[in-house]
Every structure is written in structure tokens, then in C-alpha cells.
């Protein structure tokens, strides 16, 4: 049985023939095999039972016609509720779940979900005020991957691709380093971790996730906190306001290498060996090079997200 508070799809018909089935059958099965709780469970099921809506009368056996239905289902989120490609895609795979869980052909090829461009839109940035409200409800209230990825995206200013990369080889506790893989051919480089966010990174496994479960996790930390979403804010709106404050205190070519921006000349080299990587009889440990550490801690000084995490 699927809990009658929960979201529910109307009983139409959306199949022809004798193997008609109605919505509230599909919509059942894809919830008695959905393992998310909670509120991503919930997010889940809203974008089901949404399309079902929207799609009325369908007969799935025609590939075209259910092809044009996604199609304006994530049209119809784009116009009406200013999804960005993020929030598209992660519709996109919700729905293709409720297909392959009703065993219904899938009328997308490989690379046909929506594409993500840092370039897209203007990403609006978040008050500071909101952001330390959000780390205190985080703090208390969080899962080990809402507080890690806030955390680092307070601390960092991450990227959501280079949050969904982060495993184990790249977040060394033991020596109080982090590793970024930078995207938009930025510099990777190494970062010291400062002790007031220790205690919110050891909680949580890391091991690199999917691009949905990155906007999933900014959602959640949304629907905890009581925030309304805003077209297109996520882990990078935090990069904003962190670029408007360190901005305040430190030239713009510290700022940009603190972040990863791709800079040529001298810094290139520098940037390339920020961190050694030294082998013992035990594995590997890391040092950040010392000009980059001191950066990093005249960083920390001035960023006030680092201090509401202590």
C-alpha cells in the first residue's frame, strides 16, 4: 500500500488495448520501489504524479507520442517554475525511473537528457545572513552529505561538478587537505582544511554521486531550512557571495586562484605544484605547498562561513 499522504496519481487510463493500466497502478508500483525517504522521496514522487497529470491519455506504446509528452513536461518546468538544466535533468531521470520501473520502453537515447552549462544564466547569489542561517540548521538537523557539501561549499566556494567528483583519494582528514579536480579548465589544486568543518567531513563517506544528487542535496537543505527555491540558486550561488566578500579584503588575482579560476602565466606553475604528494611504508600523505597554505588561512581569516561551523 502506498501511504495516502504521499502524493497520488489520479485513476485514469493511459494505456490502449487489453493491457490498459490505469495511472494509480504505475504511479503505485514506482513508489513501492522507491528506497529514498523523506523529503527526496517526496520530490520524487511530486515529479511523477506531476507528468502523469500532464500527460493525460497516453498510450505508451508509442514511442514518438510519449517522447513529445517528456518533452513538454520539462518544457512546461522550464516556463512555469523557471527550472534551470540542473532541475530538468533531474526531472528527466526521475521520470525515466518510473519508466524502467513499470518496464515501459524509454524513448531517449544516450545523451538526450538536458545539458548542463555553467555558462547558462546569471546564478543569483545568497545573502550571508541566510547562509549562516542555513549552517545552523544544518548543523543540527543535517545528513553527514548535507553537512560535508555545505561545508565545503562554504568553506571552498565548490563548484557543483567539482563537489560530485569528491571521494576518498581527494579528502584526506588525516593531513587536513582537499584536493579539487577544478571544471571550466580552472587549475586543480590543493587546499589545507581548516578545523572548525573537521568534525562535518568525517561524518560522511565520500565517494563521487551524480549531478542529481548534488541538486538533490541543495533541495534538501532548502526544504529544511523553510526556503522557498529561487530559479537557479544552488552550491554556486555560495561561490558568489563568497567572491563578493573575499573580494572586500583580497586583490582579485588572490581571489581568483583561492577559487580555481584558470590564470596564466607565473601561476600556472604555481597552482601545478600547490600540493606534494609524498609516499610511506603506510600510503600516501599530502602537504599543501606553504604559499598556498598561507593563502588558504588569510582566506579562512575572512570568510565568515568558516567561523559559524565552530
Excluded at 485514469?12 to 522521496?41: C, N, W
Excluded at 537515447?109 to 549552517?135: F, K
Excluded at 604528494?277 to 597554505?293: D, E, K, L, Y
Aim: aromatic share 12%.
Amino acid at each position: 500500500m502506498v501511504d495516502k499522504k504521499k502524493p497520488q496519481a489520479p485513476g485514469l487510463f493511459i494505456l490502449t488495448g487489453p493491457k490498459a493500466a490505469p495511472k494509480q497502478v504505475l504511479f503505485d508500483r514506482y513508489a513501492s520501489r522507491l528506497v529514498s525517504e523523506g523529503s527526496v522521496r517526496t520530490t520524487y514522487l511530486r515529479l511523477v504524479y506531476d507528468f502523469l497529470n500532464y500527460a493525460e491519455a497516453i498510450d505508451f506504446h508509442d514511442e514518438e507520442q510519449t517522447r513529445k509528452k517528456v518533452q513538454g513536461f520539462l518544457k512546461k518546468l522550464e516556463r512555469e517554475r523557471g527550472y534551470c538544466a540542473g532541475s530538468l535533468r533531474v526531472a528527466f531521470a526521475t521520470v525515466r525511473a518510473f519508466y524502467s520501473r513499470n518496464t515501459i520502453i524509454w524513448p531517449f537515447g544516450r545523451g538526450e537528457a538536458p545539458q548542463i552549462s555553467e555558462q547558462e544564466v546569471q546564478v543569483p547569489a545568497i545573502h550571508p545572513d541566510l547562509i549562516v542561517e542555513m549552517i545552523d540548521v544544518v548543523k543540527e538537523k543535517g545528513t553527514p552529505r548535507q553537512k560535508a557539501f555545505l561545508a565545503l561549499s562554504t568553506t571552498y566556494g565548490l563548484r557543483r561538478a567539482e563537489l560530485k567528483e569528491l571521494g576518498p583519494t581527494e579528502v584526506k582528514l588525516k593531513d587536513k587537505t582537499l584536493y579539487i579536480a577544478t571544471k571550466k579548465h580552472g587549475r586543480a589544486r590543493s587546499h589545507v582544511i581548516p578545523d572548525a568543518i573537521i568534525p562535518y567531513l568525517a561524518g560522511y563517506d565520500f565517494k563521487p554521486v551524480s549531478i542529481s544528487t548534488v541538486f538533490l542535496t541543495w533541495y534538501e537543505i532548502e526544504y529544511m531550512v523553510g526556503i522557498e527555491h529561487s530559479p537557479r540558486a544552488g552550491f554556486h550561488s555560495i561561490r558568489r557571495t563568497l567572491v563578493t566578500i573575499l573580494g572586500q579584503y583580497f586583490q582579485e588575482s588572490e581571489v581568483k586562484l583561492f577559487l580555481r579560476w584558470k590564470k596564466k602565466g607565473q601561476g600556472d606553475m604555481l597552482m601545478s605544484y600547490s600540493s606534494t604528494t609524498f609516499i610511506t611504508r603506510t600510503g600516501t600523505t599530502n602537504q599543501v605547498q606553504p604559499a598556498m597554505s598561507d593563502m588558504d588561512s588569510r582566506m579562512f581569516e575572512k570568510n565568515p562561513f568558516v567561523g559559524a561551523w565552530k
